[in-house]
Each structure stands twice: as structure tokens, then as C-alpha cells.
């Protein structure tokens, strides 16, 4: 989301651009972790903003946004599970400004929602559970399958939409 990718920046950029003070913490106190964005360049901050604001259009339109911005994490050197987390937490404020910008369109859905709700539910739990215990080396070689599966769905969309059409006029 542009929002959180804004945000970042604006907490990394001084640092990046030096004009923070290096401090050696209290006693006691325990030191900071290095992360992803501790090492990210300038270009990459660029990127990760461009990449972010393309999604969210992307998402506004058609979905399918995380195809841009999941590959950037992980071009970016973020770890497979942190990008992902990253990224779904990433598309909430989307999804929400969707909600809001849709609401006429979403008059008379309260039956599909509550049909569908139960089964997105399951599916992200099952999905979450899946991966805080999967090992990341494991989740590292799905990423690419994963992504591709994705991919493949998003462009067989319209199809499935045009048979399920007829199925249920």
C-alpha cells in the first residue's frame, strides 16, 4: 500500500540520507535489528514506492497487485515470509478505500457475503497457519510456484467468470 510504503520512507530516509546520529543504546537497553529496510538504497525505496503506487492501481481496477509487489520484495532482499506479511498487510487500506468506493455497487451482496465470508475466513487462517510454521527455506522454493499459480489465475479470470455466469444467470 502507498501508504505504508510512504510511511517507511519517511522513517528510513533521514537515515539513508545521513542526517541521524549514530547512538550507542542506554545500558541495558537492547540493541536494534538490522532489517530489510536498514540496507535499502535510495533506487530502492524509488522502486519500492513505484512499485506500491502501481499495485494500488492495478488493485483499484482489476486486482492483482501482489504480482508487482511480493517480486519487488523479494528483488528488494526482503526474506519470502516478511514480504508476504508485508504485503498482504500492505493491501488492508486498499481493500478498505475499495469497500468505501464501491459501496453502491456492493448494495443487495449482504447474502454473498455471508456465504463467501466463512470460506475467506478459512482460507486465511489455514493460510496463515501454513506459513508461521512452514520453514522459510521451504516457502522460499514455493514463492515462485506460488506466484506463477496466481498469475495464471489472474488471467484465466475472465473465463471462469463467463462460465460462471452461465452457470448461475
Known amino acids: 500500500s502507498p501508504a505504508i510504503v510512504v510511511s517507511t520512507i519517511a522513517i528510513r530516509l533521514p537515515h ?10 542506554p545500558m541495558g537497553a537492547r540493541p ?11 533506487g530502492g ?11 494500488g492501481g492495478i488493485n483499484a481496477v482489476a486486482g492483482g497487485g501482489s504480482l508487482i509487489t511480493f517480486p519487488t520484495l523479494l ?17 488492508v487500506p486498499g ?5 468505501a468506493g464501491y459501496r ?5 451482496q449482504r447474502a454473498n457475503v455471508r456465504m463467501l465470508l466463512p470460506a475467506a475466513f478459512a ?27 496466481a498469475s495464471l489465475l489472474l488471467i484465466a479470470q475472465p473465463a471462469i467468470q463467463k462460465r460462471l455466469a452461465r452457470l448461475h444467470p
Open 123 to 149: 482460507g486465511a487462517l489455514v493460510g496463515a497457519v501454513i506459513l508461521l510454521t512452514t520453514s522459510s527455506n521451504i516457502f522460499r522454493i514455493l514463492v515462485p510456484f506460488l506466484v506463477l499459480g
Open 16 to 25: 539513508k540520507l545521513g542526517k541521524t546520529k549514530s547512538t550507542t543504546p
Open 75 to 91: 528483488a528488494l532482499g526482503f526474506p519470502p515470509v516478511t514480504a508476504n506479511v508485508t504485503n498482504t498487510v500492505g493491501l
Open 45 to 55: 525505496i524509488i522502486l519500492l514506492a513505484v512499485s506500491a503506487l502501481l499495485a
Open 104 to 108: 453502491k455497487e456492493l448494495e443487495g
Open 32 to 42: 536494534v535489528r538490522s532489517g530489510p529496510m536498514d540496507n535499502l538504497s535510495a
Open 95 to 99: 481493500y478498505l478505500g475499495g469497500i
